[in-house]
């Protein structure tokens, strides 16, 4: 268990709504990531940080931003939902003390229906 | 071409028998491979990782690395019905990241 919390857990939000979903951990890892995970599609990255308020794009980052104001929270927000934005989110960290920082540790997982 | 592949499957294995997940990659300057394991409805857990051609093993399980021929292999001896899951290449993509192929679902019977 690397310390990785997500919430919601679940969710349904209508079209066009705003939606933010967060990622906490509680070991002060240096990286952390947002992916959906879509059938025939895998794990795709949405956004990463590699610090407090550093943050980059990752393959699939249209209509989706993120925030990182403190090292133990990583935000995603969908600022306008769309169907397609419905999926899985997965949250994960890297930076470990003593392991590869290209180590990967999971989240739970956020599922996210958008109506 | 996709960075890298998998076959999606799912490759059905007997109890006891030895599970072969294969993974093909693109870019033959990848250095840094992973195996993720994820039961359904569940998140993915990192259990092999491997940086150096060869063999490396951890239990039941050994990952097989060959950069000239860009694939690395994970090998499950003595497979349970518990190792029924997807499991998920990844290789390091630059940046501290990780690209994954799709999965490859794997159902031990018994």
């Known amino acids: 268990d690397a310390g990785i919390t997500q919430s919601p857990r679940h969710k349904v939000t209508e079209t066009g709504t705003p939606v933010t979903l967060r990622c906490h951990q509680t070991?002060?890892?240096?990286?952390m990531y947002w992916y959906r995970q879509d059938p025939g599609h895998g794990l795709r990255l949405i956004h990463y940080?590699?610090?407090?308020?550093?943050?980059d794009k990752g393959e699939v980052s249209d209509g989706y931003s993120v925030s990182r104001s403190k090292t133990e929270d990583f935000l995603l927000t969908l600022e306008s939902a769309t169907s397609s934005q419905t999926s899985v989110y997965f949250c994960a960290i890297s930076g470990t003390y003593g392991r590869s920082t290209y180590e990967q540790y999971f989240g739970p997982g956020t599922r996210l229906t958008v109506t | 071409q996709k960075e890298v592949e998998q076959n999606s499957g799912p490759l059905s294995v007997p109890e006891g028998a030895i599970a072969s997940l294969n993974c093909t990659y693109s870019?033959?300057?990848?250095?840094?491979f992973f195996w993720y394991r994820q039961y359904s409805g569940k998140s993915p857990e990192l259990i092999m990782s491997i940086y150096s051609n060869g063999d490396k093993e951890d239990g039941r399980f050994t990952a097989q690395l060959n950069k000239a021929s860009q694939y690395v292999s994970l090998l499950i001896r003595d497979s349970q019905p518990s190792d029924s899951a997807t499991y998920l290449c990844a290789k390091e993509g630059g940046g501290n990241k990780l690209t994954f192929g799709t999965g490859t679902q794997l159902k031990v019977e018994l």
């Open positions: 070991e002060n890892h240096r990286y």
């Open positions: 870019d033959r300057g990848s250095q840094s």
């Open positions: 940080s590699y610090g407090v308020k550093d943050t």
